[in-house]
C-alpha cells in the first residue's frame, strides 16, 4: 500500500470516528430536554419573557418598492423576492442611534418579564452582533456597535436572563443558506452544507463563547438531518445549563416546545413549553400595522398560558431607530401594573388542578404542608358567591390578593367549595383570589359517559365510569340532575329508538355529592342519503399566502388546479405558507355509522354532505373527530387544509364497528 492510499484509510477511518462521536453528542444532548432537569428551574419560576424581533428588516417596514409584504415583516425578502444585493445594501442606512438597552431591560422588568430572547440572526442573514462573517451590525453599518453585547451587558447588570434567537437552517442572503425556501437569486446558490460549515457553526461558536446566553431559540428546522444537526451538538454540549428550544431539527428535542401564536388547549403536559405571540399582528416591525393586541388580551393570554403550565414570550419590534413602538410599551407598562399586584399568581406556579373553571382560570403552589390555590376570575360572579367546584380538600384561609388582610368567608355546598367575594373590589381584567387549603388539591373529576359513538340509528350501549375511589355513581336520562335516587351505574346501559337523550351523571360518597355533574347528549338519526354518480380522483386547488383559518382562502384565485387521487400535500409548489382545497366523493361500503378523524398542522375542515369537522386555526398536530350516520354508496366530500410555518402533516381516517380505523385513500375517493 502506498502513502496515497495509507492516507484515504486514515481518512476514512477518521470521518467514520468523527460521526461516532457526533451521534454520542447527538443521544447524549438529546436526552438532556427532560422537564425536570434542574437547568429550567429559573425558567419555570420565570413564566414570562420578552422576544424582540429586530433587523434590517425593520427599515422597509413592511413595504419594497411601493409593494406591501403580505405576511410577516422579517420575512419582506423573502415573500417579495427581492433582489439579495440591493436588500443588503440596506445594512448602509442602519443606523439605530435611538437604541438604548438599559431602557429595553427596564421596560421588561417593569412588564413583569423575567428574561428577554434577541434575534442575533434572523432569515434575513443580517448578523446584529460583531461577527467573522462581514455581514453584520458592526462592519457593515455606520452604526458599528455590536447590539447583541449591549443588550447582554444591560441583562447581566440588571438581574435579567439573555436569550438568543438564531435561524440556524435558513438564511436568504448567503450561498446556500437559503436550502429551506425557493431561491429566487443567484446569489443564494450553494451548498447548504458549505454554509453551515463555514456560516452558522462559527456564528453558534461566537454567541455562546461572547455573550454565555441562557437561552439559544432555533428556528426553522427543515432540511436539518442528524448528520447536519449532528455538527453543533458538539458545541452545544460545552454548555451544559444553556436551554435550548425544538426548531433545531435533526432528531434534537431540545427543552422546549414552541406553539407559536396561539395556546395549546389543554398546555403540553409533560413537557416545558413557551407560546411566542406577537402584540400586534406581525414580529418585525411593520410601519401599516397597527392591530394591537388589547392590554386585556395580553393579560388574560398570560394568565391562560401559566394555568396551562406554560411560559409567555411576547414579542416587540423595534424600529429602524432603535425604538420599541409607543403602543407596545404602553401595553407592557399597562401589563406590570397588573403583575406587581398579582405577579405572585403567575411566578413558579404550576398548572391549574382543574379541568375547567367557567369563570376563569387557576395556578397552584406549594407552601409547606398546604397549597395556594390562585383564582384567576375573569367573570366576576353578579351574586358576589364565587363556586370552586368538586374541591375535596379543608379550606384554611381565603383573600383576594390585592388585600390579603381582609379574609372572605367560605362555604361547603355539596361537592363544591363558595367563597363570598363581595367585599373584593374586582380587577377590571382578573381578580385574584387565593383559597389556601390543607395538602395537594383533591379536586373530584365528574364521571365519564363513555360511548362508541355521539350519534346512534337504533340502538347506542355507553358505559359509566368514576375515578372516585369508593364512590357511587347515579344517572338520569331526563336531563335532570342525579340524587342517589336516581338510577345506579353499573355496567353497560342500552338504548333503543328513544330519540335524542340526554345522560347526566354525578358521583357521591357515603350520600353526599362529590362531583361535578357530567352530560352527554345522544342523538338519535337517519343515515344519509348516497349521491347516484362519480368517477375516481379528486379535485383540488392550490393556493399561497399566509393563512390564519381556511375562510382566508376559499374565494381566492387558485394559483393552480389539477386532479389527485388521494389527499396529496406534494402537489404543493412550497413548503410553508400554503392551502389546497380537495373536493369530491367518498364511496361509503355499507349503511352505518362512521367515525372521521382529522388530524392536522395547521388548520383543516372535512365536510362529509353537508357535516362539517372543524379543525381550524393555526396549531400544532392536533386530532379532531367527527361521527355521521352514512347510507352505503356516494357521499359529498370536501378537505380544506393550510401550513403555516414550520412543521406540517395532514391525515384522513375513517372507521364504523364493522371496519378498523383505515386513512381514506384512493380506495374510497371518487369525484
Known amino acids: 500500500m502506498n502513502q496515497t492510499d495509507t492516507m484515504k484509510k486514515y481518512n476514512v477511518i477518521l470521518l467514520i470516528a468523527l460521526m461516532l462521536i457526533s451521534q454520542s453528542f447527538c443521544s447524549t444532548f438529546a436526552q438532556k430536554s427532560k422537564a425536570d432537569d434542574a437547568k429550567m428551574d429559573w425558567w419555570k419560576e420565570a413564566r414570562f419573557g420578552m422576544f424582540i424581533h429586530w433587523g434590517l428588516y425593520s427599515i422597509p417596514a413592511g413595504e419594497w418598492k411601493g409593494q406591501k409584504t403580505p405576511h410577516y415583516a422579517e420575512w419582506l425578502l423573502n415573500d417579495l423576492k427581492a433582489p439579495v444585493a440591493e436588500y443588503k445594501a440596506l445594512a448602509a442606512k442602519f443606523n439605530p442611534i435611538r437604541f438604548n438597552a438599559e431602557e429595553f431591560v427596564l421596560l421588561a422588568q417593569e412588564a413583569g418579564m423575567k428574561y428577554i430572547v434577541l434575534t442575533a440572526k434572523h432569515h434575513e442573514g443580517f448578523a446584529m452582533f460583531k461577527s467573522s462573517d462581514p455581514f453584520n451590525i458592526v462592519d457593515a453599518t455606520p452604526y458599528k456597535k455590536d447590539v447583541v453585547k449591549a443588550l447582554a451587558d444591560a441583562c447581566q447588570k440588571y438581574g435579567m436572563r439573555f436569550g438568543l434567537y438564531y435561524s440556524q437552517a435558513q438564511d436568504w442572503t448567503h450561498p446556500g443558506g437559503g436550502m429551506y425556501s425557493e431561491h429566487w437569486d443567484k446569489a443564494q446558490e450553494g451548498s447548504f452544507d458549505k454554509y453551515l460549515e463555514e456560516v452558522a457553526v462559527p456564528q453558534v461558536k461566537e454567541i455562546l463563547s461572547a455573550y454565555n446566553p441562557s437561552i439559544i431559540w432555533w428556528d426553522t428546522p427543515a432540511e436539518m438531518t442528524n448528520e447536519r444537526a449532528a455538527m453543533f451538538t458538539p458545541i452545544l454540549a460545552k454548555y451544559p445549563k444553556l436551554i435550548t428550544n425544538n426548531r433545531m431539527g435533526g432528531g434534537i428535542e431540545g427543552d422546549l416546545e414552541t406553539p407559536e401564536q396561539y395556546i395549546p ?24 400595522d397597527h392591530n394591537w393586541k388589547s392590554t386585556e388580551t395580553l393579560i388574560t393570554n398570560l394568565i391562560d398560558i401559566a394555568s396551562k403550565g406554560g411560559n409567555y414570550l411576547l414579542n416587540v419590534g423595534p424600529t429602524p431607530e432603535g425604538l420599541i413602538p409607543q403602543a407596545s410599551i404602553e401595553r407592557l407598562k399597562e401589563m406590570g401594573i397588573w403583575m406587581k399586584v398579582n405577579g405572585e399568581a403567575i411566578y413558579g406556579t404550576s398548572p391549574s388542578p382543574f379541568n375547567n373553571l367557567e369563570w376563569g382560570r387557576a395556578t397552584q403552589k406549594k407552601a409547606g404542608k398546604t397549597t395556594k390555590l390562585y383564582l384567576h376570575v375573569f367573570n366576576w360572579p353578579a ?32 361537592s363544591d367549595k363558595v367563597i363570598d367575594v363581595r367585599k373584593v373590589n374586582p380587577d377590571k381584567v382578573a381578580t385574584v383570589i387565593v383559597l389556601e387549603i390543607k395538602g395537594k388539591p383533591v379536586v373530584y373529576e365528574a364521571p365519564s359517559i363513555l360511548s362508541e359513538y355521539t350519534i346512534y340509528t337504533n340502538a347506542i350501549e355507553l358505559n359509566i365510569d368514576t375515578k372516585v375511589k369508593g364512590g357511587d355513581t347515579y344517572y338520569t336520562t331526563d336531563g335532570s340532575v342525579p340524587t342517589t335516587k336516581s338510577s345506579l351505574a353499573k355496567g353497560p346501559i342500552t338504548f333503543n329508538g328513544q330519540g335524542d337523550v340526554c345522560i347526566k351523571a354525578r358521583t357521591f360518597k357515603e350520600g353526599l355529592a362529590v362531583t361535578a355533574t357530567a352530560s352527554k347528549i345522544l342523538k338519535q338519526t337517519m343515515p344519509k342519503p348516497a349521491a347516484f354518480e362519480g368517477k375516481q380522483g379528486l379535485n383540488y386547488k392550490y393556493y399561497e399566502g399566509q393563512f390564519e383559518h381556511t375562510a382566508d382562502f376559499l374565494n381566492l384565485t387558485p394559483l393552480k388546479t389539477g386532479k389527485v387521487e388521494s389527499f396529496d400535500l406534494t402537489v404543493s409548489t412550497s413548503k410553508e405558507r400554503y392551502a389546497l382545497v380537495f373536493d369530491g366523493y367518498i364511496s361509503i361500503p355499507e349503511t352505518n355509522i362512521y367515525a372521521f378523524y382529522l388530524t392536522s398542522d395547521d388548520g383543516s375542515k372535512l365536510i362529509i354532505d353537508d357535516e ?25 366530500i370536501s378537505l380544506q387544509y393550510f401550513q403555516g410555518l414550520g412543521e406540517y402533516g395532514l391525515k384522513v381516517e375513517f372507521k364504523s364497528d364493522k371496519m378498523s380505523r383505515r386513512d381514506v385513500g384512493k380506495d374510497y375517493l371518487t369525484f
Open 265 to 288: 388547549p389543554t398546555g403540553i403536559p409533560g413537557k416545558n413549553w413557551e407560546s411566542c405571540m406577537t402584540i400586534n399582528d406581525t414580529w418585525g416591525f411593520d410601519a401599516n
Open 612 to 636: 362539517v369537522l372543524d379543525n381550524d386555526g393555526p396549531h400544532n398536530l392536533i386530532e379532531k373527530r367527527m361521527d355521521v350516520a352514512l347510507s352505503a354508496g356516494l357521499h359529498k
Open 383 to 414: 351574586n358576589g358567591q364565587l363556586i370552586v367546584p368538586s374541591l375535596g380538600n379543608k379550606v384554611v384561609k381565603a383573600y383576594a390578593l390585592a388585600s390579603p388582610k381582609t379574609r372572605l368567608k367560605v362555604e361547603t355546598l355539596e
